[in-house]
């Protein structure tokens, strides 16, 4: 019985915080590409979602799971356990393979997104920007347009009478609070709402209304 060789998961990449949190330090890319470019190819990804599926699974099981040679799936799982992904166990005339869960883990925390702020952060966030910026008439008016689809700023211009100036002004103050995204077409811009952003200042908005109920008898002075 013998283990064969397998890499370790990169010691720069070990505590790497979620890609949507921060940037990838330089030596950290270069350690971790290798692995997402193995799971790059089909039969390696299925065969990786194969070993992950059990405690381990021997080779002969993963062979007869593909219309492929042999030869091919030991080249697919040599890569697999090269870049870290897998182990594997020698066991008289087969070999026996394992994921190695530190390295799935690794990848799956980089491709998450950052923890979801709790429900009064959330609040907080809604009444400062989104609620704050639609109380300008027209700031509102703009977000009332996009509603309808996204237009480029001359297209906002001509329906609200405004100076291009002051469209884009508050187009800026919007995309920045995360209201609106730019989307560059050929020669234009255009800009669409962000849906999630007007759901949460109508969250926001709605348990205020439901705390006024609450306390509709509960006089201070």
């Not at 690794?106 to 809604?126: E, F, K, R, V």
């Not at 300008?136 to 291009?164: F, H, M, N, S």
Request: glycine share 6%; charged share 20%; with cysteine.
């Amino acid at each position: 019985m013998s283990v064969l060789s397998v890499v370790e998961v990169p010691p720069a990449a070990a505590c790497c915080p979620p890609l949507s949190a921060q940037a990838l330090p330089p030596q950290a890319a270069v350690e971790l590409a290798p692995m997402f470019k193995a799971l790059s190819d089909p039969v390696r990804l299925r065969l990786l979602s194969l070993i992950a599926a059990t405690t381990e699974v021997c080779v002969c099981d993963l062979t007869d799971a593909f219309d492929v040679t042999g030869a091919t799936i030991s080249h697919h799982l040599r890569v697999l356990r090269e870049t870290g992904l897998v182990d594997c166990e020698r066991r008289g005339t087969w070999v026996y393979y394992w994921v190695k869960k530190e390295a799935l883990n690794l990848l799956g925390g980089l491709l998450t997104s950052t923890a979801t702020p709790s429900h009064q952060d959330s609040l907080i966030s809604a009444d400062s920007d989104v609620v704050r910026l639609l109380a300008d008439p027209l700031r509102a008016q703009l977000v009332e347009i996009l509603a309808d689809g996204p237009a480029c700023p001359a297209y906002l211009v001509a329906e609200t009478g405004a100076k291009q100036p002051n469209v884009s002004g508050h187009l800026k103050q919007l995309r920045e609070a995360g209201v609106v995204q730019a989307e560059p077409r050929g020669r234009y811009t255009f800009y669409r709402l962000v849906p999630e952003a007007l759901q949460g200042a109508a969250l926001h908005l709605a348990d205020l209304g439901a705390q006024a109920r609450a306390n509709a008898d509960n006089f201070r002075s």
